[in-house]
């Protein structure tokens, strides 16, 4: 399976999420939260449509990518997992140089926080990319599905009810 950007965030966010996601157990098409991020995504920078485009390349599909400057722009509803935001935006920097297109650089935007963040890969960079993508592989190709993590942000994860069925919640 090729690995993508939503892999690749998965990836940094829960392991299960990427196993269930990569398994093809898709909880999303039901989450308001999601359909609320696709409506920022939609609605924030709307003359961006004019000035650049929407790009895809092996299995990675940017939000706009402007070509004279060779600028990832990768929007996001909120900065509370933007470690997660920030590789998949080098991971996208990182498949676009894979393909002979040198020198791209990315711009992760909060349109709702009126933030933007610059974001840059590293050799370092490079050689740990690397290293995750053998790793989502294997826990893609895995029988066993990761366990839960846990987390305070579970609870906003369009995945919750699957992790937490059947569990009574303590109050």
Request: charged letters at 35%; hydrophobic letters at 30%.
């Amino acid at each position: 399976m090729q690995v993508t950007g939503t892999h690749f965030n998965y990836y940094h966010v829960c392991k299960r999420k990427l196993w269930l996601f990569a398994s093809g157990i898709n909880m999303e098409n039901n989450s308001d939260l999601v359909l609320e991020g696709k409506l920022i995504h939609e609605g924030s920078y709307s003359d961006r449509s004019d000035k650049y485009q929407e790009f895809q390349i092996d299995g990675v599909k940017v939000d706009f990518y402007d070509a004279r400057n060779k600028v990832i722009h990768e929007i996001k509803k909120s900065n509370k997992l933007d470690e997660a935001h920030e590789w998949q935006l080098k991971f996208y920097i990182y498949t676009f140089e894979q393909n002979g297109i040198e020198g791209v650089t990315g711009i992760l935007e909060y349109p709702t926080l009126r933030k933007t963040q610059q974001v840059e890969l590293d050799d370092n960079d490079r050689k740990r990319i690397s290293e995750i993508v053998k790793d989502i592989d294997n826990i893609i190709d895995s029988d066993q599905c990761p366990e839960k993590v846990d987390k305070k942000y579970c609870r906003n994860c369009s995945y919750f009810d699957f992790c937490y069925c059947g569990e009574v919640e303590e109050e």
